[in-house]
């Protein structure tokens, strides 16, 4: 490899933006059903409207904040 090369190589690597946990949230949405995806919508507006969500959301949305706090991402 040529020094010129290596030094256009290493300021893109420095250009690089760090990978966002974010990036992971995708794959983990993509993996739930229609339905679930449904209860965690709706266990997203009981708790804006201070109502209790069923166990059916409540279950839903602890497994998407367990795999979500596995990559760095905490919910509450």
Do not use: C, K, N, W
């Not at 300021?11 to 229609?34: C, K």
């Amino acid at each position: 490899m040529s020094t010129t090369l290596g030094r256009r190589l290493a300021r893109l690597e420095a250009g690089r933006s760090d990978p966002s946990p974010f990036d992971a949230m995708d794959p983990i949405l993509a993996d739930l059903s229609v339905s679930e995806l449904l209860d965690l919508v709706r266990h997203r507006d009981a708790v804006r409207e201070r109502r209790s969500p069923t166990a059916e959301q409540r279950a839903v949305y602890g497994r998407v904040r367990d795999r979500l706090a596995l990559v760095g991402i905490a919910l509450p």
